[in-house]
């Protein structure tokens, strides 16, 4: 079974652009959820959504914003974006009745 | 509010030694805990749970760690050291069945010495 998949694996962008990532969900998985890692914040939840709907969202700015679509995969969006939002992005999925959520590579955002 | 402290963010031991890498948590409500381990550049890789069944949770790659209620604790443990457990090890705590919102401990890099 194919793990959580994240696209792209790394980004650079400039300060003020805005960025689309991506993560699709093992197979048969309903939930997925966000996180940022950064060296100084450490981990950070982002979102959380199952079936479409966010069920949760972290202490965030609204520059960060996300969507799950009706097969699961789910993408989160940064606007403006600020030397700040570099950092690792990662995603976990899980099929909504467990405990325990898997995670992706994630992607690394690099703001320059 | 819930909370995850693990204590050293750096940790040494010799191969073969004992690894014991310490979590405290904070919550109003009956946790489900969690030790994740993230290789460089990667991911993060669950290690065990512990759901309110058995306090003693047996992991893979030979780790476990006990539940404690009296001492919030929840500490990490492998036996003996082996060079490829150098990583990061985090600890993480949430309110159980129905979300995923996990709130993570800031870490501990564990070293491994020949």
């Known amino acids: 079974k194919a793990g959580v998949t994240q696209t792209p694996r790394y980004l650079i962008k400039t300060r003020g652009q805005q960025v689309t990532l991506s993560c699709s969900p093992i197979?048969?998985?309903?939930?997925v959820s966000w996180y940022q890692q950064t060296p100084g914040q450490g981990l950070q939840f982002l979102f959380e959504?199952?079936?479409?709907?966010?069920?949760n969202k972290g202490n965030f700015p609204g520059r960060f914003s996300g969507r799950q679509f009706s097969n699961s995969r789910s993408e989160m969006n940064v606007s403006t974006l600020e030397l700040g939002d570099s950092a690792l992005y990662l995603c976990a999925s899980s099929p909504g009745l467990s405990t325990e959520a898997f995670f992706g590579q994630g992607t690394r955002l690099t703001v320059v | 509010a819930q909370s995850v402290t693990q204590l050293g963010s750096h940790v040494s031991v010799s191969e073969g030694a004992l690894v014991l890498l310490r979590c405290n948590y904070s919550?109003?409500?009956?946790?489900?805990l969690f030790w994740y381990v993230q290789y460089p550049n990667q991911g993060l890789q669950l290690l065990l749970k512990y759901t309110s069944a058995a306090t003693l949770v047996k992991g893979i790659n030979g780790f476990e760690a006990e539940f404690k209620k009296s001492e919030t604790s929840f500490h990490l443990t492998k036996p003996s050291a082996h060079m490829s457990d150098a990583a990061e090890y985090f600890c993480?705590?949430?309110?159980?069945?129905?979300?995923?919102?996990?709130?993570f401990g800031t870490g501990t890099r564990l070293k491994v010495l020949a």
């Open positions: 959504y199952f079936s479409e709907t966010q069920r």
């Open positions: 197979s048969g998985h309903r939930s």
């Open positions: 993480a705590v949430s309110r159980g069945r129905g979300t995923y919102k996990y709130i």
């Open positions: 919550s109003s409500v009956p946790p489900y």
